[in-house]
Nanobody, 115 residues
């Protein structure tokens, strides 16, 4: 059974930092691509960053240079380091696991950037 659990969200001031974590179990983690998405109120869910099984990464333009996605295969966890946060980064952040038969989502973690 696959479980995907995000953590690390919270309230932060503009310019601040947060690190999100996503732990996945029930999968061959080291062989699996994963990604972070986010959804702001009234908007569609959008891809923020992705990482392949080999560690190649991809980012949406608006977060390039500010966010860093990484993975720790020993801990079966991926991370999203978010620096220089802006109010427009406010959203629920979701972790996605890409598997051959289907994809799995976590429950999401709220990130609020506000003064």
């Amino acid at each position: 059974q696959v479980h995907v659990v995000e953590s690390g969200g919270g309230l932060v001031q503009p310019g601040g930092s947060l690190r999100l974590s996503c732990a996945a179990s029930g999968i061959r983690f080291s062989d699996t691509a994963m990604a972070w998405y986010r959804q702001a109120p009234g908007k569609e869910r959008e891809l923020v960053a992705s990482i392949t099984y080999s560690g190649s990464t991809n980012y949406r333009d608006s977060v390039k240079g500010r966010f860093t996605i990484s993975r720790d295969n020993a801990k079966k966890t991926i991370y999203l380091q978010m620096d220089s946060l802006k109010p427009e980064d406010t959203a629920v952040y979701y972790c996605k696991v890409f598997l051959a038969m289907r994809d799995y989502w976590g429950q999401g973690t709220q990130v609020t950037v506000s003064s």
